[in-house]
Nanobody, 126 residues
Framework: QVQLVETGGGLVQAGGSLRLTCTASTRSEVVHAMGWFRQVPGKEREFVATRGRIVGSTNIAKSVKGRFTISRDNAQNTVYLQMNDLNPDDTATYYC???????????????????WGQGTQVTVSS
């Protein structure tokens, strides 16, 4: 069993920055890809970014590329999402996701993740 805890959400003005942190707690499982998705009420969940255990195994959504950066500390089972130049369209609940599968190094599809955090709200004011 893997438990995910997210921190770092909040309210920020357009153009500002936030950093989200997600830490995975496990008994013995090896966590492979850890990623971020976001969802706005009434809309489908959207992939944001993901990072595998292997350096270079990263995917970032086109909508945030150049503004968001994902990084990871394997020893701490922690993934970070640095969000810069935020705009109101980035307002959403952000969810951390993790998988113990090695089938795909950095999956962008939510159904490929077995574990999800509780979500953290990011609100960007104009």
């Amino acid at each position: 069993q893997v438990q995910l805890v997210e921190t770092g959400g909040g309210l920020v003005q357009a153009g500002g920055s936030l950093r989200l942190t997600c830490t995975a707690s496990t008994r013995s499982e090896v966590v492979h890809a850890m990623g971020w998705f976001r969802q706005v009420p009434g809309k489908e969940r959207e992939f944001v970014a993901t990072r595998g255990r292997i350096v270079g195994s990263t995917n970032i959504a086109k909508s945030v590329k150049g503004r968001f950066t994902i990084s990871r500390d394997n020893a701490q089972n922690t993934v970070y999402l640095q969000m810069n130049d935020l705009n109101p369209d980035d307002t959403a609940t952000y969810y951390c996701a993790a998988t113990t599968s090695q089938a795909i190094l950095a999956p962008t599809v939510g159904s490929l993740y077995e574990y999800w955090g509780q979500g953290t709200q990011v609100t960007v004011s104009s």
